[in-house]
């Protein structure tokens, strides 16, 4: 079929605040740094921005790991990549599930021919170390893995305890860090995270398209030691490395205005501080939830294992889940997400996350939730908006 | 190590004229759309941006396939994504290899347990058909493999005939037309392609992170009766066709923005036109090989085997390789390529590709590198300047 290229009109989405899972919005500076010219990838000015971009990741992930890059993946890419480069067939790995990205390490090991030994936790619950114990009795897999902040239910999942038995039964303790960096603390050497990877689009609020990986020192031992080329040219760590470190060895051309956006956002993280930020994501949290409970809704994940930056809320009873959100977007231009997998129908799942931890947009998001709820004939509590304010206000 | 935030200064590379072997630079419409408001992954809007550019795409690729669209990876995860898509530990692929990335689509299939026939043919040819079909003799693999367009060495292999050899021989035809597509005609449905990847900062001239695929009915047949899941589930196009096809199922975060920029780049392919967008890289083309046969260099692909948007020209004698490219870069802000592989320092690989394809580039290209060879006391033909100008006059 013939192009008539008059039918393809500008580029003009329209103003969006996207509170849900993610991608979240950007930053304006992220979006002026992208637009920075492009140069070759061989470029010593890129190497620099390259190497400055890996010391401030170092940073983020409080680590001293060399091997701190973004690759040219997003964050499902991130974890393939782990996985990819330090699992062999045969191999046994114990991973933690309690939402959708814990599913999809299993998946992602099986298809790597491994063994995978699968801890199910409920939906919506953190992993608890005892239940890994457990698993862990008599074992003594290549690999034990969670996610930190599952993105699907809003439960956080301690690193430093798991670590611990990882590394007792000789395993290399692998964490999803995808939507906690940025927002909570992660601190992977502190917690013997061997191997960690982490989304650009969560709470660093830069452009999806790249992700993040730590590879510690146990997994580079793993890596040469394997017996096998890594079964992924694409994301082979062995060539990556190269082009990263100091060889600068050609591997593929990376996304190399992404890696300017990365940066100036990694910048807007340090400008503010860790702690701060820390402290930001907490205190907004709480206020957004004290406006949903005033509301009478009610929090999936119990009050000590949630996440700021994720807060999975049961679904209004009487509410339509599809035609609330739908309306949600449409009049309000705001985006929330809806429950993934067994929780689909049942909880709405509401980001603040990185640049969007705002009050205002917490304050927005309780007001327009409340609007089109009463549309619906839906009754709802009164009071959210003071019970936000109360938090803010100390 | 603290970090001290001021030291990282505002991103400022400065002005490159990319002029090597890609990216090349992105034309300033593809920048202002790239900045437009990033949208959620299951926004309306951001489905029918997705649905535009797989229109724009197939016309670009001249073919009906359903399954045409952008990967969330680099033109090299484009071809990762051919190979591990379609084939299982055993297959045979031939390969034809005529340079770097044929030599890689090599490395590829054997790290999927896969037995590659190669077929080497010198860097800098074409690959004749006639020695596929020599090595094609008495066999019948899944795959038959080769370049289009050898980035490496500036070599065209034509795709129709051995097309029609991999078909005859019950084979399926992969071609990588990561630097050709939007360069010279790519009709992959008239030339019996049956698995295509490229890239979208070669003649596209959108920035680099993204690489385009398309699999036509045969490919997914093929995919359809694996006997074994896809062993990388990032890219795994059981799943993201599922994304981007009516189901809209949820795979993983797509670089929204970086969509948008190939959507408007694709624009301007098409407001341009494709026959003539061909004409102006090959007539610009003649000019940089008139100008540079007049400085006394000779091209490393024979005439008749040329690519117009990737120019080998043998390295002056008395020239210092690296020295040359970097008195280019720093003192006029122009990149040009060294050799790969065998070719290293052998070579100079000149891109003129998409957005670039200028008079202006030729002409300041030409004066620069006969001002920076002159500084190093070698000899250069004069007349380089109307030797170029007289190929645009006719």
Redesign the interface.
């Known amino acids: 079929?013939?192009?008539n290229?008059q039918d393809?009109k500008d580029?003009?989405?329209?103003?969006?605040l996207?509170l849900?899972a993610?991608?979240c919005?950007?930053a304006p500076r992220v979006?002026r740094?992208?637009?920075?010219?492009?140069?070759?990838?061989l470029?010593p000015?890129?190497f620099k921005?390259m190497d400055?971009t890996q010391?401030?990741l170092r940073?983020l992930f409080r680590t001293e790991n060399a091997v701190t890059l973004p690759m040219?993946?997003?964050?499902?890419?991130g974890?393939?990549t782990a996985f990819?480069n330090l699992l062999e067939p045969g191999d046994q790995v114990v991973v933690g599930v309690n939402g959708l990205f814990g599913t999809?390490m299993c998946?992602?090991a099986?298809?790597?021919?491994c063994e995978v030994v699968r801890v199910d936790v409920e939906w919506g619950r953190a992993v608890p170390a005892e239940r890994m114990e457990a698993a862990l009795k008599g074992k003594s897999p290549k690999i034990v893995a969670v996610v930190n902040a599952e993105t699907s239910t809003g439960a956080c999942t301690p690193l430093k305890d798991i670590g611990k038995l990882a590394h007792d039964h000789g395993a290399m303790f692998l964490a999803d860090t995808v939507t906690s960096l940025a927002g909570i603390d992660v601190s992977i050497d502190a917690d013997g995270v061997d191997v960690a990877y982490s989304?650009t689009?969560k709470c660093i609020s830069a452009?999806?398209?790249?992700s993040l990986v730590s590879f510690g020192p146990a997994a580079i031992k793993a890596l040469e030691a394997r017996t096998t080329?890594?079964?992924?040219?694409?994301?082979d760590m062995t060539m990556i490395r190269e082009y990263w470190g100091p060889a600068r060895k050609?591997?593929?051309?990376?996304?190399?205005?992404?890696i300017?956006g990365l940066?100036?956002a990694l910048?807007l993280v340090?400008?503010e501080g860790l702690e701060a930020r820390f402290a930001r994501h907490m205190l907004n949290h709480k206020a957004l939830v004290a406006g949903l409970e005033a509301m009478g809704l009610s929090m999936l994940v119990p009050a000590g294992e949630r996440l700021p930056m994720l807060n999975a809320v049961r679904i209004a009873e009487g509410a339509d889940d599809a035609k609330t959100r739908g309306t949600l977007?449409r009049e309000y231009g705001i985006?929330i997400?809806g429950g993934?997998g067994e929780l689909g129908g049942k909880v709405w799942r509401i980001g603040l996350m990185g640049y969007n931890a705002q009050p205002k947009n917490v304050l927005l998001l309780l007001a327009a939730l409340q609007a089109v709820l009463k549309g619906q004939g839906v009754k709802v509590g009164a009071g959210a908006i003071e019970a936000a304010a109360a938090v803010w206000a100390g």
Chains 1, 2 share one sequence.
């Open positions: 079929m013939p192009i290229i393809f580029i003009d989405p329209g103003e969006r996207l849900g993610g991608p919005n950007v979006f740094a992208v637009a920075a010219p492009s140069i070759g990838y470029d000015y890129l921005i400055e010391e401030l940073a040219s993946a997003t964050g499902g890419g974890m393939e990819v999809r998946d992602i099986e298809r790597l021919g989304g689009q452009f999806p398209g790249i080329k890594v079964p992924n040219w694409y994301l050609y591997h593929h051309t990376p996304a190399i205005n992404m300017y940066r100036e910048r340090f400008e977007l985006e997400s993934l």
